[in-house]
Nanobody
Framework: QVQLVESGGGLVQDGGSLTLSCAASGRTFITATMSWFRQAPGKEREFVAAIKWSGGSTIYANSVKGRFTISRDNAKNTLYLQMNSLKFEDAAVYYC?????????????????WGQGTQVTVSS
């Protein structure tokens, strides 16, 4: 069974940086697409970024493009999200997710396994 455990969330000032991690286990991820989604209070969960485990192709939501970087460490089976220039509106619970679609997709239904989430709070 696939397990995803996020870490690295916390409180950061507006304009600050934070790196999230997601440790994945339970199967091989060579054909996987891994992603980050987020959900702010009172809002629907939204796509943030995704990466193909093999090859490293990436896609980003327009709202984070140029500020966030998704990456993975194949040896550690760990997914990362480097978040720079954080804004108040970036505050949310961040989830990592794994899917096995052939192409990178941003829709939630493409991802089968989800972590429990890690809270990111941005103070003004």
């Amino acid at each position: 069974q696939v397990q995803l455990v996020e870490s690295g969330g916390g409180l950061v000032q507006d304009g600050g940086s934070l790196t999230l991690s997601c440790a994945a286990s339970g199967r091989t991820f060579i054909t996987a697409t891994m992603s980050w989604f987020r959900q702010a209070p009172g809002k629907e969960r939204e796509f943030v970024a995704a990466i193909k485990w093999s090859g490293g192709s990436t896609i980003y939501a327009n709202s984070v493009k140029g500020r966030f970087t998704i990456s993975r460490d194949n040896a550690k089976n760990t997914l990362y999200l480097q978040m720079n220039s954080l804004k108040f509106e970036d505050a949310a619970v961040y989830y990592c997710a794994v899917g096995f679609s052939v192409v990178i997709l941003s829709r939630q239904s493409s991802y089968r396994y989800w972590g429990q989430g890690t809270q990111v709070t941005v103070s003004s």
